[in-house]
């Protein structure tokens, strides 16, 4: 039977799926079963809705086999290869560890080529696999393994490879690049082989059926046959807005002297948005800059104040030793010329600034002053003022003259210097941001111990007798062009290290390991000096080494070697200085159009780098710079970590040899780090440099801002899921494009991607780890609708910063609910009522809520909560009517309290739990009008009482662990309320504790319960275990019996039985068919998966109540009866628990209801007597066609409102 209804859904399943996509193929080779959830007939309940109450954030149906891998209850840190379509993910395969797929490109209609590093499935992706859908079938496609792949191109019948890596052909080597011909399944290098040693190629671009464009870090190509010898003719503009030629200066650890308040790490490192240096209540104010070593600044740039009221307007600057105002020079934001000032230096307001920068270009915003080595400018953000005179100088005043407002603030300040110096000292080093990157290094010998030379100087020192110790330090290299390096070395007098110093070997070296440079230089100078090492051509920073060759003084007792810092000066910057022509080691710079028909012509002197897009990079950008670019709208867009800015490069007449270039680069705030298309543009990833903030831009024509982060991105995904289309981002953040929102890994949808990839079949793979459920739920309750089936998460009650997990059913209009906080480390929590009025709020004292009893005839709610760390278990009895203040009855450590039932008449509640009251154990009555507590049955039943439940008007069921008088280990018993008596026990099911029972049908002939682990159905007078295969990994918190409606319900769904019920176990269960889910059901015939849930996030100790699945519907006949209890059950012989029971008072008590009870009876007889002559003379004398039946002169509603029971309690 099994075998035929999952069959049928098989069929169904892939009946319904998209019938291009290979996920038909899928599905059987994984055998793939779906599930329906059952239509609920939930017709005699409140809104037709079943509301389940959890401690959950996500909800979705279980509606496939494996789904369970994807619902973020799997292991999180596992990636896999992953199958999407039609909302059906498959796990094709788990990657194990030291497993990347870190590129997947579709191939043909069924495959994909999956590249990156370690084994999959026996084979090593560096090799590049081919993965068939329709086989499910991996080959491997190049011989040699390519140990870094940035892209892969498809071309018809060949496959580019492109990245950072050597491929040897036969006896040829070439870097970055390497093709394979589906064809005859061979791969080889291109007829350039290659673009040298170190080259990088980040993007291989289709421009059109005859060109592709290679993007990346290169300037040659590895075939020296093909370098041409000729001049180029073109100019190009550099966009000299983007050079920075002089050095930030570190003030990290300079001290400042200054009026009003100061953050003096913020003031160094403006990145923020407040005022780091406030002066209240004025318009002037000083602040001096010291600074640890004598400097020569070459510009300062001033960070006004984000406040207009605190905005410096007028401020001068006056340097020490020289105790002169300085001349500066600077930009003006107004007429875009340059302007010098003294004692009266202007600072325009941001708003000005700021309306100013959007309407003006680069070229009216900077300017190179002094010969061209200080550029100054301004922006939205700050302005920069040049000094005119070069005045070294050991402090800086910054004196504020006026202010905009009625304060004085700025966000801070920022000095440069014509010199990049690298300290010895490491810690000199250190930027005035912990953000800001590529700072220069050092690294000292570890053989000998280094100390600071003198205290308030900059140099390291080291005295030895032995050893050659040695320095190497880093220093920086902004961009390719012309430097003088020049090594600083202490004098000997200061420290009187003279007759100790020695001779060091200086020697630079590049990156790439050429000598540049090698000399000795004598330390035994008497004051500070400067020796020229090096000047010419550097693309990045040398390493430069101090090694000690010896002491001048062979005879000198013990050696001293100092080393200060080496300072790297600009010269001139290549993109500056470029002139018409070039080199072949400079032939290209980051782009080369290759067509490969070209390279059938002989005359290849004219081939290789000479075309307009090849030269555009060697003009216009940096050497040595890294681009990205991409194809959008017929157009070539090209960025650069080197360029803030996009280039925009289009073609005229379909020909990408005749090319149209736009002088100026689209804005980016920042240089760009990666260029990605999607459906409506392209996608950027820039990161600022001087605010180090990183951002996501869309552009389509205008740039808009997709997100920022103080964490760069390097990568993006584009992929499909649900019919929307999603960027995920590397650092974590997913925007959906569809709804251009953020859902930056939101609850119902959690992405943490290596790669991903889609044919135009609909199938999507993904390598990583996916998290999908459908419904996010932010208040811990959904709703299951009868008629549509569907889960609703809005218009449902709800607690604010609340989770509800319990309810009861009131009247047609109002509910009560049990809550608890969800602020991680919060207990608080309680009951809210809602109905036709303002919610109303009643206390437990924050304890959790094990039932709750409505009696309706006093409009009184009785709630019983269990012990917590706060406080102790308790029976509350709170007036809705609020005409009397709660009654609460409070138990002992330990004790506990779980259920309860009432008898109506007697005013009294039929308590359950584990605990002692007045004499009585774990079941006991409570007359909450006499405050009082009995026994029930004379004390017969006791243990762990879970639950009671009338089964009609004389039978009460009570389920747990019991005794009576003469059985233990029960674990239901049932009662007849009429004699008193039990009338059927089940002992001994090898079981634990009953925690809930549900009758099936409206007797006990048919039962279900459960203990907590396993579930056990009683029919034909038997019980059987038909607990679910869980591996033993089964938590069951709740049980309930629903109904279904078989007019929506599939015919394979049914079976063969008079009702309709399914009964639903909700909790914590560990499947081997289902993995982790939280719901099953059991339609008779078997058990299946309901739903599963993500847990909302709590702390490990925090306690979190059980939910439920809530019918709100009125089912009082189960927990309330009628019935009234004879004296045996509800006397008061049993004095109240604040009474002091002595023996004379009880002796007194029995003395009065004997005397009671005596005129008790001479008042039933005398009404006795009365009444049969009342009848005699009403048949002789009355008109017997005149009767009606008398009515009462009131109700037993008017009397109850007219005396209520609460005002006939003592207590009152």
């Given at each position: 039977m099994y075998i035929h209804k999952y069959t049928l859904l098989v069929l169904s399943f892939v009946a319904g799926l998209a019938q291009g996509s290979q996920i038909n193929g899928v599905v059987n080779h994984f055998n793939i079963t779906q599930y329906t959830a059952p239509h609920l007939d939930l017709s005699t309940v409140r809104n037709s809705q079943l509301l389940i109450f959890d401690d959950f954030q996500t909800f979705d149906y279980y509606t496939y086999k494996g789904q369970q891998i994807f619902t973020g209850l799997a292991d999180e840190r596992k990636n896999s290869l992953i199958y999407y379509s039609n909302n059906t993910y498959v796990q094709l395969a788990e990657l194990p560890d030291g497993a990347e797929i870190k590129k997947i490109v579709p191939w043909g209609d069924d495959s994909f080529i999956l590249s990156g590093r370690g084994v999959f499935e026996g084979h090593r992706l560096e090799h590049q696999l081919i993965y068939n859908l329709s086989s499910f079938e991996i080959t491997e496609i190049l011989k040699e393994p390519l140990e870094h792949v940035n892209d892969i191109l498809t071309d018809g019948e060949v496959v580019y490879f492109g990245g950072g890596f050597t491929y040897n052909d036969g006896n040829l080597s070439g870097h970055s690049v390497v093709k394979w011909d589906a064809t005859d399944k061979s791969s080889s290098l291109l007829p350039f082989y290659g673009f040298g040693q170190g080259s990088v190629v980040n993007n291989i671009i289709k421009l059109d059926d005859s060109n592709i464009l290679f993007v990346g870090k290169f300037s040659t190509i590895d075939n020296t046959a093909l370098l041409p010898h000729r001049n180029v003719s073109s100019s190009f503009l550099s966009n000299s807005t983007n050079i920075e030629t002089n050095a930030l200066a570190s003030l990290r650890f300079s001290s400042l002297v200054h009026d009003g308040t100061l953050n003096s790490s913020a003031f160094v490192c403006p990145e923020g948005s407040a005022d780091s240096w406030t002066i209240p209540h004025s318009t002037m104010g000083e602040l001096t800059i010291r600074v640890i070593n004598q400097m020569t600044p070459s510009k300062i740039r001033i960070y006004n104040s984000k406040d207009s009221n605190n905005q410096v307007n007028l401020f001068r600057i006056v340097t020490s030793p020289s105790r002169s105002i300085m001349n500066m020079t600077y930009v003006d934001p107004i007429t875009g010329a340059l302007a010098v000032c003294d004692a009266w230096c202007p600072l325009q307001p941001l708003s000005v600034l700021s309306n100013l920068a959007e309407n003006s270009t680069s070229s009216v915003m900077a300017a190179f002053p002094n010969n061209n080595n200080v550029l100054v400018k301004w922006t939205a953000a700050y302005q920069e003022f040049a000094f005119v005179n070069r005045v070294p100088i050991?402090?800086?005043?910054?004196?504020?003259?006026?202010?905009?407002?009625?304060?004085?603030?700025?966000?801070?300040?920022?000095?440069?210097?014509?010199?990049?110096?690298?300290?010895?000292?490491?810690?000199?080093?250190?930027?005035?941001?912990?953000?800001?990157?590529?700072?220069?290094?050092?690294?000292?010998?570890?053989?000998?111990?280094?100390?600071?030379?003198?205290?308030?100087?900059?140099?390291?020192?080291?005295?030895?007798?032995?050893?050659?110790?040695?320095?190497?330090?880093?220093?920086?290299?902004?961009?390719?062009?012309?430097?003088?390096?020049?090594?600083?070395?202490?004098?000997?007098?200061?420290?009187?290290?003279?007759?100790?110093?020695?001779?060091?070997?200086?020697?630079?070296?590049?990156?790439?390991?050429?000598?540049?440079?090698?000399?000795?230089?004598?330390?035994?100078?008497?004051?500070?000096?400067?020796?020229?090492?090096?000047?010419?051509?550097?693309?990045?920073?040398?390493?430069?080494?101090?090694?000690?060759i010896g002491p001048i003084d062979p005879a000198a007792a013990n050696n001293v070697m100092v080393a200060d810092r080496v300072t790297s000066i600009i010269d001139s910057i290549e993109d500056l200085e470029m002139k018409n022509g070039t080199s072949n080691s400079n032939l290209l710079n980051g782009l080369f159009q290759y067509a490969a028909s070209n390279f059938t012509n002989t005359n290849l002197s004219t081939l290789v780098g000479s075309t307009n897009i090849d030269q555009y990079p060697v003009r216009n950008i940096p050497h040595s710079s890294s681009l990205f670019g991409q194809i959008y709208n017929d157009t070539l867009f090209i960025g650069s970590p080197s360029i803030d800015g996009l280039a925009k490069i289009s073609r005229r007449k379909d020909d990408w040899n005749d090319i149209i270039v736009d002088p100026q680069l689209i804005d980016t705030e920042g240089p760009v780090t990666g260029i990605f298309p999607y459906s409506n543009g392209l996608a950027l990833t820039v990161h600022s440099n001087q605010t180090n903030m990183a951002s996501s831009l869309s552009f389509n024509g205008s740039i808009s801002t997709i997100f920022r982060s103080n964490a760069p991105s390097l990568s993006i995904l584009n992929l499909t899921i649900d019919g929307s289309e999603i960027l995920v981002f590397d650092n974590g953040y997913v925007y959906n494009v569809s709804s251009q929102s953020d859902i930056s890994n939101s609850e119902t949808l959690k992405l943490s991607l290596l790669s991903a990839g889609a044919n135009l079949e609909d199938d999507l793979i993904l390598a990583g780890n996916v998290q999908s459920t459908k419904h996010f739920v932010p208040n811990g309750a959904i709703a299951i609708d009868a008629d549509s089936n569907e889960v609703v998460t809005s218009g449902?009650?709800?607690?604010?910063?609340?989770?509800?997990?319990?309810?009861?059913?009131?009247?047609?209009?109002?509910?009560?609910?049990?809550?608890?906080?969800?602020?991680?480390?919060?207990?608080?929590?309680?009951?809210?009522?809602?109905?036709?009025?303002?919610?109303?709020?009643?206390?437990?004292?924050?304890?959790?809520?094990?039932?709750?009893?409505?009696?309706?005839?006093?409009?009184?709610?009785?709630?019983?909560?269990?012990?917590?760390?706060?406080?102790?278990?308790?029976?509350?009895?709170?007036?809705?009517?609020?005409?009397?203040?709660?009654?609460?009855?409070?138990?002992?450590?330990?004790?506990?309290?779980?259920?309860?039932?009432?008898?109506?008449?007697?005013?009294?509640?039929?308590?359950?739990?584990?605990?002692?009251?007045?004499?009585?154990?774990?079941?006991?009555?409570?007359?909450?009008?006499?405050?009082?507590?009995?026994?029930?049955?004379?004390?017969?039943?006791?243990?762990?009482?879970?639950?009671?439940?009338?089964?009609?008007?004389?039978?009460?069921?009570?389920?747990?662990?019991?005794?009576?008088?003469?059985?233990?280990?029960?674990?239901?018993?049932?009662?007849?309320?009429?004699?008193?008596?039990?009338?059927?026990?089940?002992?001994?099911?090898?079981?634990?504790?009953?925690?809930?029972?549900?009758?099936?049908?409206?007797?006990?002939?048919?039962?279900?319960?459960?203990?907590?682990?396993?579930?056990?159905?009683?029919?034909d007078g038997q019980w059987k275990n038909i607990s679910p295969d869980t591996s033993g990994q089964t938590q069951i918190n709740g049980l309930t019996l629903l109904s279904t409606d078989f007019s929506q319900r599939n015919s394979i769904m049914k079976r063969d039985r008079v009702g309709n019920e399914l009964v639903v176990i909700n909790g914590n269960f560990s499947s081997p068919d289902y993995g982790d889910i939280n719901a099953m059901y059991y339609d008779f015939n078997g058990w299946n998966p309901y739903y599963f849930s993500v847990p909302r996030e709590s702390n490990s100790d925090e306690v979190i109540p059980q939910g439920q699945l809530f019918l709100n519907k009125d089912v009082s006949f189960t927990s309330s009866s009628q019935i009234y209890l004879s004296n045996d059950n509800d006397n008061d012989d049993t004095p109240a628990a604040s009474e002091p029971a002595t023996h004379e008072k009880h002796t007194k008590k029995l003395a009065k209801i004997f005397v009671v009870l005596i005129a008790l009876a001479l008042a039933l007889a005398t009404v006795a007597v009365l009444g049969v002559v009342g009848v005699l003379f009403a048949y002789l004398f009355g008109d017997h066609n005149a009767y009606e039946p008398l009515k009462p002169r009131i109700n037993e509603a008017e009397m109850l409102k007219t005396v209520p029971p609460e005002k006939l309690m003592k207590f009152i």
């Amino acid at each position: 039977m099994y075998i035929h209804k999952y069959t049928l859904l098989v069929l169904s399943f892939v009946a319904g799926l998209a019938q291009g996509s290979q996920i038909n193929g899928v599905v059987n080779h994984f055998n793939i079963t779906q599930y329906t959830a059952p239509h609920l007939d939930l017709s005699t309940v409140r809104n037709s809705q079943l509301l389940i109450f959890d401690d959950f954030q996500t909800f979705d149906y279980y509606t496939y086999k494996g789904q369970q891998i994807f619902t973020g209850l799997a292991d999180e840190r596992k990636n896999s290869l992953i199958y999407y379509s039609n909302n059906t993910y498959v796990q094709l395969a788990e990657l194990p560890d030291g497993a990347e797929i870190k590129k997947i490109v579709p191939w043909g209609d069924d495959s994909f080529i999956l590249s990156g590093r370690g084994v999959f499935e026996g084979h090593r992706l560096e090799h590049q696999l081919i993965y068939n859908l329709s086989s499910f079938e991996i080959t491997e496609i190049l011989k040699e393994p390519l140990e870094h792949v940035n892209d892969i191109l498809t071309d018809g019948e060949v496959v580019y490879f492109g990245g950072g890596f050597t491929y040897n052909d036969g006896n040829l080597s070439g870097h970055s690049v390497v093709k394979w011909d589906a064809t005859d399944k061979s791969s080889s290098l291109l007829p350039f082989y290659g673009f040298g040693q170190g080259s990088v190629v980040n993007n291989i671009i289709k421009l059109d059926d005859s060109n592709i464009l290679f993007v990346g870090k290169f300037s040659t190509i590895d075939n020296t046959a093909l370098l041409p010898h000729r001049n180029v003719s073109s100019s190009f503009l550099s966009n000299s807005t983007n050079i920075e030629t002089n050095a930030l200066a570190s003030l990290r650890f300079s001290s400042l002297v200054h009026d009003g308040t100061l953050n003096s790490s913020a003031f160094v490192c403006p990145e923020g948005s407040a005022d780091s240096w406030t002066i209240p209540h004025s318009t002037m104010g000083e602040l001096t800059i010291r600074v640890i070593n004598q400097m020569t600044p070459s510009k300062i740039r001033i960070y006004n104040s984000k406040d207009s009221n605190n905005q410096v307007n007028l401020f001068r600057i006056v340097t020490s030793p020289s105790r002169s105002i300085m001349n500066m020079t600077y930009v003006d934001p107004i007429t875009g010329a340059l302007a010098v000032c003294d004692a009266w230096c202007p600072l325009q307001p941001l708003s000005v600034l700021s309306n100013l920068a959007e309407n003006s270009t680069s070229s009216v915003m900077a300017a190179f002053p002094n010969n061209n080595n200080v550029l100054v400018k301004w922006t939205a953000a700050y302005q920069e003022f040049a000094f005119v005179n070069r005045v070294p100088i050991q402090e800086l005043t910054f004196i504020a003259i006026d202010s905009f407002g009625h304060n004085v603030g700025l966000l801070g300040i920022e000095l440069f210097q014509a010199e990049y110096d690298t300290y010895v000292n490491n810690t000199l080093n250190q930027p005035n941001c912990d953000s800001q990157q590529n700072f220069p290094a050092s690294v000292v010998s570890k053989d000998t111990v280094w100390y600071q030379g003198l205290p308030d100087q900059s140099y390291m020192a080291t005295s030895f007798t032995a050893g050659k110790p040695s320095v190497t330090l880093t220093p920086s290299i902004p961009y390719p062009g012309i430097y003088t390096l020049n090594l600083v070395t202490p004098g000997c007098l200061t420290d009187n290290t003279c007759a100790f110093r020695g001779i060091v070997n200086v020697t630079i070296r590049a990156q790439n390991g050429t000598h540049l440079m090698n000399r000795w230089i004598y330390q035994n100078n008497e004051n500070l000096k400067y020796d020229p090492l090096f000047r010419g051509y550097l693309d990045d920073s040398p390493n430069v080494v101090l090694e000690w060759i010896g002491p001048i003084d062979p005879a000198a007792a013990n050696n001293v070697m100092v080393a200060d810092r080496v300072t790297s000066i600009i010269d001139s910057i290549e993109d500056l200085e470029m002139k018409n022509g070039t080199s072949n080691s400079n032939l290209l710079n980051g782009l080369f159009q290759y067509a490969a028909s070209n390279f059938t012509n002989t005359n290849l002197s004219t081939l290789v780098g000479s075309t307009n897009i090849d030269q555009y990079p060697v003009r216009n950008i940096p050497h040595s710079s890294s681009l990205f670019g991409q194809i959008y709208n017929d157009t070539l867009f090209i960025g650069s970590p080197s360029i803030d800015g996009l280039a925009k490069i289009s073609r005229r007449k379909d020909d990408w040899n005749d090319i149209i270039v736009d002088p100026q680069l689209i804005d980016t705030e920042g240089p760009v780090t990666g260029i990605f298309p999607y459906s409506n543009g392209l996608a950027l990833t820039v990161h600022s440099n001087q605010t180090n903030m990183a951002s996501s831009l869309s552009f389509n024509g205008s740039i808009s801002t997709i997100f920022r982060s103080n964490a760069p991105s390097l990568s993006i995904l584009n992929l499909t899921i649900d019919g929307s289309e999603i960027l995920v981002f590397d650092n974590g953040y997913v925007y959906n494009v569809s709804s251009q929102s953020d859902i930056s890994n939101s609850e119902t949808l959690k992405l943490s991607l290596l790669s991903a990839g889609a044919n135009l079949e609909d199938d999507l793979i993904l390598a990583g780890n996916v998290q999908s459920t459908k419904h996010f739920v932010p208040n811990g309750a959904i709703a299951i609708d009868a008629d549509s089936n569907e889960v609703v998460t809005s218009g449902l009650p709800s607690v604010d910063d609340g989770i509800i997990y319990r309810g009861l059913f009131i009247n047609d209009s109002s509910s009560a609910y049990a809550y608890y906080s969800k602020s991680l480390g919060s207990s608080k929590g309680g009951i809210v009522v809602y109905g036709e009025h303002e919610p109303e709020y009643l206390s437990t004292d924050d304890s959790t809520v094990n039932d709750m009893l409505y009696i309706k005839d006093s409009n009184l709610l009785a709630v019983v909560t269990s012990g917590t760390s706060q406080g102790l278990a308790s029976l509350y009895i709170h007036d809705l009517s609020a005409d009397f203040a709660p009654i609460k009855e409070t138990f002992e450590i330990g004790e506990v309290i779980n259920t309860m039932v009432l008898f109506g008449r007697n005013y009294t509640l039929l308590v359950g739990g584990t605990f002692t009251r007045n004499g009585c154990r774990d079941l006991c009555l409570y007359n909450y009008a006499t405050n009082n507590w009995t026994r029930f049955m004379d004390g017969n039943i006791t243990g762990d009482i879970r639950q009671l439940q009338f089964l009609d008007g004389n039978t009460l069921m009570v389920a747990g662990l019991l005794a009576s008088s003469d059985s233990k280990d029960l674990q239901l018993v049932e009662i007849d309320l009429s004699n008193m008596e039990i009338i059927s026990k089940l002992q001994g099911t090898n079981t634990g504790t009953f925690q809930h029972v549900l009758t099936v049908g409206n007797s006990s002939s048919e039962l279900i319960a459960h203990d907590g682990n396993q579930v056990f159905h009683f029919v034909d007078g038997q019980w059987k275990n038909i607990s679910p295969d869980t591996s033993g990994q089964t938590q069951i918190n709740g049980l309930t019996l629903l109904s279904t409606d078989f007019s929506q319900r599939n015919s394979i769904m049914k079976r063969d039985r008079v009702g309709n019920e399914l009964v639903v176990i909700n909790g914590n269960f560990s499947s081997p068919d289902y993995g982790d889910i939280n719901a099953m059901y059991y339609d008779f015939n078997g058990w299946n998966p309901y739903y599963f849930s993500v847990p909302r996030e709590s702390n490990s100790d925090e306690v979190i109540p059980q939910g439920q699945l809530f019918l709100n519907k009125d089912v009082s006949f189960t927990s309330s009866s009628q019935i009234y209890l004879s004296n045996d059950n509800d006397n008061d012989d049993t004095p109240a628990a604040s009474e002091p029971a002595t023996h004379e008072k009880h002796t007194k008590k029995l003395a009065k209801i004997f005397v009671v009870l005596i005129a008790l009876a001479l008042a039933l007889a005398t009404v006795a007597v009365l009444g049969v002559v009342g009848v005699l003379f009403a048949y002789l004398f009355g008109d017997h066609n005149a009767y009606e039946p008398l009515k009462p002169r009131i109700n037993e509603a008017e009397m109850l409102k007219t005396v209520p029971p609460e005002k006939l309690m003592k207590f009152i």
